[in-house]
């Protein structure tokens, strides 16, 4: 065979007759064609370009010509309106790359504000721009720095790499937001590993361009300024507002003004699993698509493996492994919790009865059983009071003896739970992120009992989260969600269809839905009314509706949609409420979801949302927090347990464990540090009793609380009773009440003359949103002196000064946590806003030199919601003081004989007896107009929304699906979104 030279000799040879000019032609046509094409699009760009600059010119006549260069350049390729008069211009001489380097023209980054078109909000952005005799003539590298569709950015500033504009939202204070364009504060990330710091490097150049990344701050103003300059100076920005100035640095130091400054939100990093971190990476650059293609066969793949290679008894063995090291064995099996005084024939309702597994590959030992956490170092188990947690595991696939569903029971009376959004996302439509910590502050933190992972991330579906009044992602139609209402109670519901009219509570206040978006702001407020402090939205629910997966879903995640395997085999995790009024979490190992779905039935589940999946992402941790200085716990596991200063809290050390051994769990301990991503996280209540009260000369009885005797026992404590010696001489005793607001309801007592309530009662529990529950009778009654000018029930002006001593008894209108202060005035009337008073009583703050009869005095337990009061026969205010003193109460007021009488407990309704605490003469008294307490009716969870319906896949799909913010780089839906 020839070489390929000679064929080619050889053919121009046959041709050579026709001659070398034929090609020429040919060739020269070619060219000219090419020319007169590029020529056309030159001239058609230049007169596009012309156009653009002409407009941006007009929109900003004092701009300068590179600005308006560059405002018709980005117009051109990328459709945005710049802000020719919004334009700063930084350093370019990093991070360039190979061609940039060879690129003769000048480099330059601009930071500038444009919107998606003339009137919509501008977010600001940066660009990498090649300019040639000062003229911008390329652009690349164009990133959103702020993606805040619901806010406007405007009024920028710069000097060199320093850059600072304010963040705009119609009807609240400003955020000014300054940024270094040099790149991030090293501190940031010093103490990362050197793969962590590689990882941040690829991240903050999808983010901003930049290997460096950059240095944020957010300034929020406490109010609407008269006017707002902002300028630099050696890379401190001021800040003035026409009423004074703010000086900030970028570490986030207010050196002046800082009555002026509502908060200051400085750059945070969190550290990602290096599994999810890829993904998120390669998916921003190669799409979803091929990410969930690549997941799913890697998830079937590892699944027949297993089913090949596992038999039963390794796969049991492994389990059995998993669950060694979870409780002490010789606790566990002996533990037995004693109820407290007066509660021994009160049934608690925790924990639940056991579990009768399948019995599908044989019964393990302890399979099924409700098994109490009892590991002292890392699970909070308080004296008097049932264990914390219950926890238990089932195997429910039939096919699969590897597969196991651990679970773990909480009793929300006692627990609360609290959505939390990610430091990286979800984004609110102003562009705010979460802290993505468990606050700091001690009622929090030295009670953080548990952390777990939250729903999808945002990119995969933007299900709503909503936090501490603040939205990132409002609730999607027929989406199931999980509440924390005011008061610590958690609520369960659906949220209903576009075009259904809201109401939160059968007979509450309604939201009118807009079909056409949704107003995030007037939404934000509606919750906020209701009660509502957080929630937490994913797919449609497992359980509800008195069924299993209600809407018939049939993808719930992890793979491509239009392959046939809908439910692969993972890792999945989900949220439930039982039909025994408790919360779990279950977490499936090598489970699909038929397996998952078992093992929720089994436990009872009456509510039910399927959470985060696959491994690594999901994951739940106990926690205990204690002094610093607190002996470690010897023998850590690796991995599966761990102990640690808590960040930002130097004074405190935490200890971590996971839920089973071998939980694969993305940099473990996850939930003590900075979240990415949203989660939840569990807070030890502090219920009723406080601790005994030590009485001076008091007996082996005296301070101790009980229930023993009242009208009314619950479990938890709605009130507690206890006595002891008023005096060291021990011939005279003080008594001694404590209610928990939360548990007990207070209302206005029938007036004298009539049985009915007056007419201006507050509402009662059938005129609104509290038919959620309902009030028993009321067991206890506190008896004001009628006409006394320092008793004061709502009516007309308020005869209170705002220094004046006073005990506040107000009655929630959503019944979710009544209110009971003991506040001086000014400070009451701040907390009270417009909740319906019962009753407020004018005192005197007490002491050990206090003169005069007291019917009472009333205290209050810094930063606890508890109310105390005490009582004496003979009415002398030193003994009350030194018992409230005793209790824990640091705000002590004393109420006059001469403006009240007493308390009173009351047994059976209507005209049953009455039994006052010391004076005689309230057994036959007239009710006038007494504060009568009453045991709340709502339990600790509420189903709510239910007047959403059942429909069909066709219905809810399609607003499933759509998008407002997070658009996947294959997804291009229209966003629907309206927002503030």
């Known amino acids: 065979m020839g070489s390929w030279g000679g064929w080619i000799r050889g053919r121009l040879a046959e041709r050579e007759h026709r001659g070398h000019g034929v090609y020429l032609v040919r060739l020269g046509g070619i060219l000219v064609g090419l020319a007169l094409a ?30 308006v260069g560059l405002a018709a350049l980005v117009k051109v390729r990328y459709g945005l309106d710049v802000d020719a008069n919004a334009v700063a211009w930084v350093g370019a001489d990093e991070d360039l790359g190979v061609a940039t380097l060879l690129d003769p023209s000048e480099q330059r980054r601009a930071v500038f504000a444009a919107s998606a078109g003339p009137e919509a909000a501008r977010d600001v952005f940066v660009a990498d721009v090649a300019l040639a005799d000062d003229t911008p003539v390329r652009i690349s590298q164009l990133r959103n720095l702020t993606e805040s569709p619901a806010a406007d950015e405007a009024d920028l500033v710069a000097a060199g790499d320093l850059v600072a504009f304010v963040r705009w939202v119609a009807g609240e204070p400003p955020t000014v937001i300054a940024l270094d364009m040099a790149g991030q504060d090293a501190s940031l990330t010093e103490s990362w590993p050197a793969i962590e710091r590689w990882k941040d490097a690829v991240t903050n150049f999808q983010e901003v361009g930049r290997f460096s990344g950059m240095q944020r701050l957010e300034v929020r103003l406490a109010a609407v300024p008269r ?51 890829a993904v998120d990476t390669a998916r921003e650059w190669v799409g979803a698509g091929p990410i969930e293609t690549l997941e799913y066969f890697a998830f079937r793949f590892a699944d027949e493996l297993k089913q090949a290679t596992v038999s039963t008894d390794e796969a049991t063995a492994e389990i059995e492994r998993s669950l060694a090291h979870t409780r002490p064995a010789e606790l566990a099996g002996s533990y037995h919790f004693e109820a407290p005084e007066g509660l021994e024939d009160v049934d608690l309702g925790w924990p639940p009865p056991d579990i009768t597994p399948p019995g599908l590959h044989g019964r393990m030992a302890g399979e099924g059983e409700w098994t109490p956490m009892l590991d002292d ?15 238990t595991f089932l195997r ?187 919360m779990g979490y279950f977490y499936g190992l090598s489970t699909n979801l038929d397996a998952l779905v078992s093992a929720m039935e089994l436990a009872e589940c009456r509510y039910g949302l399927h959470l985060d999946m696959n491994g690594g992402n999901v994951g739940w941790e106990f926690y205990r927090v204690v002094d610093a200085g607190t002996p470690a716990s010897s023998g850590m596991r690796a991995g599966f347990q761990a102990e640690g200063e808590v960040p ?126 309902s009030e028993g009778s009321p067991v206890a009654a506190f008896a004001p002196v009628a006409g006394s000018p320092a008793v004061w029930r709502g009516d007309g002006p308020a005869p209170f000064a705002a220094d004046d001593a006073v005990v506040v008894l107000a009655r929630d209108p959503l019944g979710l946590e009544n209110l009971f202060l003991v506040e001086r005035w000014a400070d009451a009337q701040a907390r009270l806003g417009g909740w319906p008073v019962v009753l407020v009583l004018r005192g005197e703050p007490l002491s050990e030199a206090s003169t005069g009869a007291y019917a009472g005095a009333f205290g209050s337990i810094a930063g606890k919601r508890f109310l105390l009061y005490a009582e004496a026969g003979s009415g002398d205010g030193p003994a009350l003081y030194r018992a409230l003193r005793a209790a824990g109460a640091e705000r002590i007021v004393g109420v006059s004989r001469s403006d009240a009488l007493g308390w009173v407990f009351l047994y059976g309704s209507g005209e049953g007896e009455r039994r006052p605490l010391t004076r005689p003469e309230l057994s036959t008294a007239p009710v006038d107009g007494w504060a009568e307490f009453s045991p709340a009716g709502l339990p600790a969870v509420l189903e709510v929304l239910q007047q959403t319906q059942v429909v069909a896949p066709g219905v809810w799909n399609p607003p499933h699906t759509r998008r407002i913010r997070y658009f996947r780089t294959d997804d291009q839906r229209a966003r629907p979104l309206r927002s503030y």
């Open 38 to 67: 590029v020529a056309f699009y030159a001239a058609a760009l230049g007169g596009r370009l012309a156009d653009a600059e002409a407009e941006a010119r007009r929109r900003a006549p004092g701009a300068a010509e590179r600005d």
């Open 227 to 277: 006017e707002l300059r902002l300028s630099w100076a050696s890379a401190v920005l001021t800040v003035d507002t026409g009423d004074g100035r703010v000086v900030v640095d970028l570490l986030g130091r207010v050196r002046e003004g800082a009555a002026l400054v509502a908060g200051v939100t400085p750059t945070t990093k969190a550290i990602r699993g290096h599994v999810a971190w």
């Open 377 to 391: 170092d890392f699970v909070l188990n308080e004296a008097g009071a049932p264990p914390t947690f219950y926890t």
């Open 396 to 582: 429910t696939d039939p096919e699969r003896p590897f597969s196991v569903v651990y679970a773990v029971l909480w009793d929300p009376r006692r627990a609360t739970l609290h959505p939390s959004g990610g430091s990286i996302e979800p984004k609110a439509a102003t562009g705010e992120t979460s802290t993505g910590m468990v606050p700091r502050d001690d009622p929090t933190i030295r009670r953080f009992v548990a952390g777990f992972n939250g729903g999808f991330q945002a990119l995969h579906g933007e299900f709503g989260l909503f936090q501490d009044g603040t939205m990132y992602l409002p609730p999607k139609a027929w989406g199931g969600m999980v509440f924390l209402l005011r008061g610590g109670r958690a609520a369960v519901g659906t949220w209903p269809g576009p075009d259904e009219t809201v109401a939160l509570y059968a007979g509450g206040a309604t939201y009118e839905q807009d079909p056409d978006g949704v107003n995030e702001k007037a939404l934000e407020e509606w919750f906020g009314e209701q009660g509502v402090v957080s929630f937490r939205q994913n797919l449609t629910p497992l359980f509800g509706h008195g069924q299993i997966n209600p809407y018939g879903r049939k993808w719930w995640g992890s793979s491509p949609k239009d392959l046939d395997d809908p439910n692969p085999v993972t890792v999945r995790s989900a949220i439930c409420w039982t039909q025994r009024g408790h």
């Open 648 to 773: 930002g809290r130097t004074d405190l050390r935490f200890r971590a464990r996971g839920l089973f051994e071998g939980m694969d769990i993305f940099r473990f301990p996850r939930y003590v540090q900075r979240e990415p991503r949203d989660f939840f996280y569990l807070v030890l209540e502090e219920n009723l009793p406080t601790p005994d009260v030590p009485f001076e000369g008091g007996g082996e009885e005296d301070g101790k609380w009980s229930q023993r005797g009242l009208p009314a026992r619950s479990y938890p404590p709605a009130m507690v009773f206890t006595s002891g010696p008023a005096d060291a001489s021990g011939t005279a005793r003080v008594y001694l009440l404590a209610l928990d607001p939360r548990w007990m309801a207070v209302s206005r007592g029938p007036a004298a003359s009539t049985d009915a309530p007056s007419p201006e009662d507050p509402p009662s529990p059938e005129d609104g949103p509290r038919q959620a529950g």
